[in-house]
T-cell receptor
Framework: DTEVTQTPKHLVMGMTNKKSLKCEQH?????MYWYKQKAKKPPELMFV???????INESVPSRFSPECPNSSLLNLHLHALQPEDSALYLC????????????FGEGSWLTVV | GEDVEQSLFLSVREGDSSVINCTYT??????LYWYKQEPGAGLQLLTY?????DMKQDQRLTVLLNKKDKHLSLRIADTQTGDSAIYFC??????????FGAGTRLFVKA
């Protein structure tokens, strides 16, 4: 069983809505990640937080806004999304050192209508 | 640059061995991983190998690394229908970015 928990499992939102995806880990990891995965494709890195500070932003549109309230929690705030943003959003975590193994949550399926 | 390539599809019969292959380009890769993704689920870490190792075995799984050819393989012994999934090869050279292959879809016929 994964120790990275994501909620909600499924989310349907309109293009004018504001919603959030949430992620929690209890492995003592200090790096947390957001990935986006389209069908039949590998996951694509969006953001990395290290020690609660944003370390990497892979040129993600501003309609996606990450937040790391503490070392166990990671949020992804969504606003004014487009239908092409529909995808599986995966949260992951790892130890603080770069190069350490990343562990994924089960993902949140997002549909934008 | 970094790139990871794997064949897209593999079909085996239940009870046979499966071998999924992967090639990578970055010679400075430190960690190489295999992840499994079942339909509708996240990525599950199956196993990993450090670049200074040649082989790693974990129950039904055997990972072989040929560093000279930059070739990684995952062998699943006695393949079961529950092994049907997408298998991602991935590499990390020491930063926060893990590079994933396109994934190999394993289909196990009963």
């Amino acid at each position: 069983d994964t120790e990275v928990t994501q909620t909600p499992k499924h989310l349907v939102m309109g293009m004018t809505n504001k919603k959030s995806l949430k992620c929690e880990q209890h492995m003592g990891h200090r790096a947390m990640y957001w990935y986006k995965q389209k069908a039949k494709k590998p996951p694509e890195l969006m953001f990395v937080y290290s020690y609660e500070k944003l370390s990497i932003n892979e040129s993600v549109p501003s309609r996606f806004s990450p937040e790391c309230p503490n070392s166990s929690l990671l949020n992804l705030h969504l606003h004014a999304l487009q239908p092409e943003d529909s995808a599986l959003y995966l949260c992951a975590s790892s130890l603080d050192s770069p190069g350490n193994t990343i562990y994924f949550g089960e993902g949140s399926w997002l549909t934008v209508v | 640059g970094e790139d990871v390539e794997q064949s897209l599809f593999l079909s085996v019969r239940e009870g046979d061995s499966s071998v999924i292959n992967c090639t990578y380009t970055d010679s400075s890769s430190t960690y190489l991983y295999w992840y499994k993704q079942e339909p509708g689920a996240g990525l599950q870490l199956l196993t990993y190998i450090f670049s200074n190792m040649d082989m790693k075995q974990d129950q039904r799984l055997t990972v072989l690394l040929n560093k000279k050819d930059k070739h990684l393989s995952l062998r699943i012994a006695d393949t079961q229908t529950g092994d049907s999934a997408i298998y991602f090869c991935a590499e990390n050279t020491g930063g926060f970015k893990t590079i994933f292959g396109a994934g190999t879809r394993l289909f196990v016929k009963a």
